[in-house]
């Protein structure tokens, strides 16, 4: 019996719609949590936001819209994708633009991905990607890491006649480590031409090392590379859901056949516009996060924790295997005491808590409750 006709014979069975085959196996999204009962005052530290809020002039776009909202929004954000190209020197009509860098995740895996299909990432890579293969009706292929750091050999390994995409998240969320772009490159240099490479730089932004590319050159030259970038990060735009990808014209052609017309609203085409070109702001947010990314991690260690080494906003924390010291005692402790960081045992990593780094207040108050917990 065919997969159509066994899933015609459940609908009948069941008494009302059945979702196609594999779409109840895709576990869903579980963002960080925001909110303790019982505490007043919180240090949310559980989704990378930056502790800057956003800029004044991406806030005063945005309030322009405010007499405009019956009107629909450009269709292709065609303002945007100029300043976006103008800032970082390429051609706009190779940008396209979505909800969130997620969006354009989900619009890539839906044009090139089908059942029978493999699509490759790193092992605790983005949660996003399996939910956009599977979606997709595709099968998830997950390669090692070594040393919680994307592993190219052991994607190449992996490798099929049936592997279609590979996804890398450089910097890697949750674990802070990056690919040197030799790395990248040997990477993509292995896959066959047909086997598109996406490069999620969500926080390239906050990198400052001298070996790290976010992948806009390879994207400009290669036919087989698309790069995504965030506004919900850096910018601190997560509310607008923002984002954008640029790659070859062709694959930009395929995903604007599928998606939604008006996917982008007005209110975050114009608050894009202007935080992509406040250059002060940026350089405000490096240099916080500049200061603070290294005291974090260098205060942590002094108290007996692992801290994983990050190139990004936020630090990886490693808690002893040992009763009452683990990662899920440290989180209730935390939380208890108003701060909220992030659990990543849905990432492969049960002993383990993400933290954003924050304001000067949250990050001193985060390590003095650590401090306190790791005492007692």
Not at 134 to 150: F, I, Q, Y
Not at 236 to 265: E, K, Q, T, Y
Request: glycine share 8%; proline share 6%; hydrophobic share 45%.
């Amino acid at each position: 019996m065919s997969v159509a006709e066994m899933s015609a014979l459940n609908e009948k069975a069941s008494g009302r719609p059945v979702p196609r085959a594999g779409v109840l196996d895709i576990a869903p999204y579980v963002p960080g949590k925001s909110k303790v009962a019982g505490v007043a005052t919180l240090h949310k530290l559980s989704s990378n936001e930056t502790p800057l809020g956003a800029s004044p002039a991406a806030k005063e776009a945005f309030a322009s819209l405010a007499d405009k909202l019956e009107l629909y929004p450009d269709g292709s954000s065609g303002e945007l994708r100029a300043a976006i190209g103008e800032v970082y020197g390429i051609n706009p009509d190779r940008i396209i633009c979505g909800a969130g860098s997620d969006e354009i995740l989900s619009l890539i895996s839906n044009a090139y991905l089908a059942p029978g299909d493999e699509a490759i990432y790193s092992q605790h890579g983005f949660l996003v990607y399996e939910i956009a293969i599977r979606a997709a009706g595709a099968t998830p292929v997950v390669a090692p890491e070594r040393d919680l750091m994307t592993d190219v050999d052991a994607i190449l390994e992996r490798v099929t006649d049936r592997t279609k995409m590979v996804f890398i998240a450089n910097p890697n969320n949750p674990t802070g480590t990056y690919l040197p772009f030799s790395e990248v490159r040997r990477l993509h240099a292995g896959l066959p031409p047909h086997v598109l490479l996406v490069l999620d730089a969500a926080y390239a932004e906050y990198v400052r090392r001298n070996d790290y590319e976010s992948g806009l050159e390879l994207a400009a030259t290669a036919e087989n590379v698309i790069m995504t970038r965030t506004f919900s990060k850096i910018y601190g735009l997560a509310n607008l859901r923002l984002g954008w990808g640029f790659g070859p014209a062709a694959v930009i052609d395929a995903l604007n056949r599928i998606r939604g017309p008006f996917n982008v609203s007005g209110g975050a085409i114009a608050a894009g516009i202007a935080a992509v070109k406040d250059r002060g702001f940026i350089d405000e947010a490096i240099a916080h996060n500049e200061e603070w990314l290294p005291w974090v991690a260098e205060e942590l260690e002094k108290i007996g924790l692992k801290v994983t080494p990050s190139v990004g906003n936020f630090v990886l924390i490693h808690f002893p295997d040992q009763d009452g010291k683990r990662a899920s005692d440290a989180d209730a402790y935390l939380s208890s005491r108003g701060c909220i960081l992030r659990m990543v045992g849905n990432y492969g990593l049960p002993n383990s808590i993400r933290m954003t780094i924050g304001s000067a207040d949250a990050n001193k108050t985060v390590v003095a409750a650590l401090r306190d917990f790791m005492s007692k």
